[in-house]
């Protein structure tokens, strides 16, 4: 997964707007707030609630 840190910063969870932090080893973003886990299909984010999966 190739997600620059700069953009990394400015990405928030779209249900609860708290940051989000890669998890590199599964291409998913991970909401630090809610918990909601985020897909990344061929490095771009999918930043919808509902293809968001809870851990």
Do not use: H, Q
């Not at 590199?24 to 299909?41: F, H, K, N, Q, S």
Request: glycine letters at 4%.
């Amino acid at each position: 997964m190739k997600i620059d840190d700069w953009l990394l910063e400015i990405l928030a969870c779209p249900a609860c707007k708290s940051p989000l932090r890669a998890e590199l080893d599964a291409d998913e973003l991970a909401c630090t707030g809610c918990g909601l886990v985020y897909p990344v299909r061929d490095d771009i984010p999918v930043l919808l609630v509902d293809e968001a999966r809870k851990p």
